[in-house]
């Protein structure tokens, strides 16, 4: 079973980007439960909230970067 995720980088001035889209497997979806932290593109990131968007069926994560 796969999720579509998207994850959205928060700016420091509070605009809205996303950084990434993909399917994940159902492994990766649960370590989300054990991770403060995920890597794109060899970029840090801290996550800072999650949605179920279910009007387009995506997990949404809002991420900000680690400077």
Known sequence: MNGNVIIIEK???GDLVQIDERDWN???I???EHSN???VADKE???VEGRLNVST???EIMV???Q
């Open 11 to 13: 700016m420091e001035n």
């Open 64 to 66: 900000t970067s680690i």
């Open 45 to 47: 990131y801290e996550m």
């Open 37 to 39: 932290y995920l890597l």
């Open 57 to 59: 069926g995506k997990m």
């Open 30 to 32: 649960a370590m989300l």
């Open 26 to 28: 159902t492994w990766m």
